[in-house]
């Protein structure tokens, strides 16, 4: 299994363009989630699917971002306009079906897009 | 507000001693605790959890013990390695709910 798939690795670009971030989920896998990373605030949660349908977005910062996720196989986060506060590193992690309600909450990420806006 | 809690950035142990590693939270809903591990350039992994039923899982070299009257968790590394050397988050989870709290890391360093 190539794990989460996640491009581009490393993204510079200037305020005010628009950035899109791309996901491949674990094939199988009914959730995905979109994480940022900052010093300050560790992981956040920005949002995430269930079986392609957005079920909490409550942690996208603005309406500058927004996710879809058109199929089972592929998701987007877009920042437009870009500004230097987005900087940091963004995750896409998916996780599949709880079997049961104890079944491990585990999450498997992807290794990460680095974003500097200038 | 963080809800979760990593309260040392980072931590020095010398190789083959204990590593202690630790997190607070303050939401008393949290019944599911993980621990993951993450390397420069890579994503973080799965690396142990607990349920609130339980005071302790142990895995190996890794153990998590949860005291829910303080709310506080913390993983213990006997013997500690050189390949520990990580950033450790811990993350907490409510009722099943599907979204995870992440604390902000702690850098472990092991010194040869």
């Known amino acids: 299994d190539a794990g989460v798939i996640q491009s581009p690795r490393h993204e510079v670009t200037e305020m005010g363009q628009e950035v899109t971030l791309r996901c491949k989920p674990i094939?199988?896998?009914?959730?995905l989630f979109w994480y940022r990373q900052t010093m300050m605030r560790g992981l956040e949660l920005l949002i995430y699917f269930n079986n392609n349908v957005p079920i909490d977005d409550s942690g996208m910062p603005e309406d500058r971002f927004s996710a879809k996720m058109p199929n089972a196989s592929f998701s987007t986060l877009k920042i437009q306009p870009s500004e230097p506060r987005d900087s940091a590193v963004y995750f896409c992690a998916s996780r599949p079906r709880r079997r049961s309600s104890r079944d491990t909450d585990t999450q498997y990420f992807g290794p990460g897009t680095r974003l500097t806006v200038l | 507000d963080q809800q979760v809690k990593q309260n040392s950035p980072s931590l020095s142990v010398q190789e083959g001693r204990i590593s202690i590693l630790n997190c607070d939270y303050t939401?008393?809903?949290?019944?599911?605790f993980l621990w993951y591990k993450k390397y420069p350039a890579e994503g973080p992994t799965f690396l142990i959890s607990?349920?609130?039923?339980?005071d302790k899982n142990e895995d190996g070299r890794f153990t998590v013990f949860l005291n829910k009257s303080a709310k506080h968790l913390s993983l213990h590394i006997v013997p500690s390695q050189p390949g520990d050397s990580a950033v450790y988050f811990c993350?907490?989870?409510?009722?099943?709910?599907?979204?995870?709290?992440f604390g902000t890391g702690t850098r472990l360093t092991i010194i040869p």
């Open positions: 094939s199988g896998h009914d959730y």
């Open positions: 993350a907490a989870s409510a009722g099943g709910n599907e979204k995870l709290t």
């Open positions: 607990i349920s609130s039923i339980k």
């Open positions: 939401n008393s809903m949290f019944d599911y």
